[in-house]
């Protein structure tokens, strides 16, 4: 209950809506409680002249009249309650927007380690439905909840008035029938909690298949895919077996008892008319009223249902709203307004500091497991730095403490002289422009993907970032050109125009630091050295850090560092490393013989 309260509170600015919703509903039910007096009053009328005590003339007008207010009611009810719905809409909408604004918002805050353990489909399912369920529930019971609120309170006061013994058995139906519907509620709540696991572990595959379709197709996975898909649906069978046979059997159970008590209530207002304590009128008003009070009460079970799923759904909800968050993001967030565009480095560098410094750093993703160890270097201004290891040696996490998305557990990272982790974020990854191991786009235009760092580029700062990244060409054969969408993730494009995308989008952002993480590996000899040539220009004057397997590309570098399993096994020239019969040595050798072979090959079957 309190989670719902909560959620009230998140959406405080829908008070006015809320308001209306509930206004128009008292009045709906006011327009429908004068229906039963009208038609109480139009009985005895008839009665009355039917007996021959009222002249048939006037009672001829009379109930004609009647007949007119009671359509006058029954009009007022139909056009109120649909104002009301119509409010019930916009709010509800509006209250979804809240919603999920707040959620990306908070999403957009966690730390990158938030993310590594979630599946994004998951994510993403579950907050559909904890969004619609509270949605829905708002709806629901601003609708019907005061009206039946109302209608409920009325019933038993007029009740009161003709006969307290009525009042009596509603006011012993309505707790225990709210009493039984909790019961139900409950276990079908924490059935319902078995299904959507399962449910939301069926969607997240279901997304990641779909975004990964090519590597399912390619291994035939479709039908394994699909059973594991159907077997999580399946599963779900039973439990709703079981979940359902629950709530029918105490819906047999709870209604059976409201039959019961309506039983007595009718043998008392009928029995109480025949024995001429109630005009005929009185009879029917009675009847009706009963009949409006059954209505509040069976409806009970459903908004006790749809408040369990909401407080299930704002549970599921919050428990993601109140993940800590980054506070670093968070104040970057807060510091930046919408759309301003990335900060300029204004952190003063520390006069003849390293712009790069590791100092004793071990880091682990997970706890317990280090993969890098006493990580020390210093990368001064103007440096050329490559890092060379094998695959899983920790080159790219090293990246990923440069830009800040993970701490350090020991040691220190420093940039421009100063402690990264005491830097804001916006200062920190506007002095760095990098090119991730995967490209990693989006699915909008070729435009908007160069951009996304700068989304004011002007058009010739965006074709010169693109023509230096040897990317202008093949971008203009497309027949939108610039404009071309690219598909999800960039999809549509091969993987070497992929990387030409994101070295232009580096290229655009003008940081001055570069880092490059197998930025063309992708690419054909003669795209690299085109591609080379452009970051060759931009690297000058810039301080970089290179990962590359390809060693020719690492060749002209200042230093290059070398790890094995986590540690740094050397730091120097090139030329020195060649000659220490280490990695570097190592992986030169090994990549000038397999360049031999491939030559020898060439030559004995060309
Ligand atoms: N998000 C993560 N969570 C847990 N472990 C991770 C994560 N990312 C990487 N690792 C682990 O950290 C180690 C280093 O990975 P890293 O990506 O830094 O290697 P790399 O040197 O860049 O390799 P490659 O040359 O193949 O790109 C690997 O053993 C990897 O399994
Ligand atoms: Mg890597």
């Known amino acids: 209950m309190s989670s719902l309260l909560r959620i009230l509170r998140f959406t405080r600015t829908l008070s006015p809506l ?62 109120i309650s649909n104002v009301g719905g119509w409010f019930g809409d916009v709010m509800s909408n509006r209250m979804r927007t809240i919603l999920s604004v707040r959620y990306y918002d908070k999403l957009l805050h966690l730390p990158q380690r938030w993310f590594d353990g979630e599946i994004t489909g998951t994510i993403v399912a579950r907050l559909n439905r904890s969004i619609a369920e509270i949605t829905a529930f708002a709806k629901t019971m601003s609708n019907a909840f005061a009206s039946m609120l109302i209608t409920t309170v009325a019933v038993l006061a007029i009740s009161a008035w003709y006969a307290w013994p009525l009042t009596v058995l509603l006011l012993i139906v309505f707790p225990v029938y709210v009493w039984l519907t909790s019961l139900t509620s409950v276990k079908w709540q924490k059935l319902e909690a078995e299904k959507n696991v399962q449910v939301d572990i069926a969607s997240g595959r279901f997304a990641e298949v779909v975004g990964q379709i090519r590597v399912v197709k390619s291994f035939v996975r479709e039908r ?57 009128g009185e009879m029917v008003l009675l009847v009706q009223l009963m009949s409006m009070a059954k209505a509040p009460v069976e409806s009970m079970s459903w908004v006790i249902d749809s408040a369990q799923r909401a407080i299930a759904g704002s549970r599921d909800y919050f428990r993601v709203m109140e993940t800590p968050v980054d506070p670093r993001t968070a104040a970057v967030m807060a510091a930046r ?24 750093v071990d880091f682990a993703y997970e706890e317990g497991e280090d993969v890098l160890h006493e990580i020390d270097f210093r990368v001064h201004p103007g440096e050329k730095i490559a890092l060379v290891g094998e695959s899983g040696g920790g080159k790219s996490t090293i990246v990923n403490l440069l830009l800040g998305l993970y701490e350090p557990r020991r040691g220190s990272i420093e940039v421009v002289g100063r402690p990264s982790a005491e830097l804001p974020l916006d200062q920190l990854r506007a002095r760095i422009g990098v090119v991730f191991q995967d490209a990693s786009l989006f699915s909008g235009t070729i435009r908007e993907n160069i951009a996304y760092g700068r989304p004011g580029a002007s058009d010739e700062e965006v074709h010169d970032a693109a023509r230096r990244a040897n990317a202008d060409a093949f971008i203009r054969r497309f027949p939108d050109g610039y404009e071309q969408v690219i598909g999800e993730r960039g ?68 230093r290059i560092i070398t790890l094995r399993d986590g540690h740094i096994d050397e730091i120097g020239a090139p030329s020195e490393l060649a000659e220490t019969g280490g990695i570097y040595a190592q992986l030169l050798a090994l990549q000038s013989a397999g360049d031999s072979r491939r030559l020898a090959r060439y030559d004995i079957t060309g």
């Open 224 to 280: 394994g895919e699909l059973e594991d898909f159907s077997r999580r649906f399946s599963s779900t069978d039973a439990t709703t077996r079981e979940q359902s046979s629950h709530w029918h059997r105490m819906d047999v159970l709870r209604r059976s008892f409201l039959n019961l008590v309506f039983f007595g209530i009718y043998v008392i207002i009928f029995v109480r008319t025949v024995q001429g304590a109630f005009s005929l």
């Open 337 to 360: 307004p919408a759309g301003s565009e990335l900060a300029a480095p204004a952190v003063e560098p520390v006069p003849g500091a390293p712009v790069l410094a590791f100092r004793g």
């Open 491 to 558: 999809l549509k494009l091969s993987g070497g125009q992929r990387q030409r995308i994101a070295v232009a989008r580096a290229m655009l952002k003008d940081a001055p630091v570069l880092v490059l993480d197998e930025a063309t590996s992708a690419l054909d000899t003669k795209a690299e050295i085109q591609v080379q040539k452009g970051l060759d220009e931009l690297m000058d004057g810039r301080t970089s850090l290179i990962i590359a397997h390809r060693l020719s590309t690492i060749a002209e570098v200042d």
């Open 18 to 79: 809320y308001t209306a919703v509930i206004l128009c509903s008292v009045l709906t039910s006011a327009a429908a409680l004068a229906v039963p007096f009208l038609i109480g009053h139009a009985t005895d009328t008839v009665a009355g002249a039917v007996g021959g005590q009222t002249a048939t003339g006037t009672a001829v007008r009379t109930v004609v009249l009647i007949a007119a207010a009671v359509l006058l009611a029954e009009l007022a009810n139909t056009v």
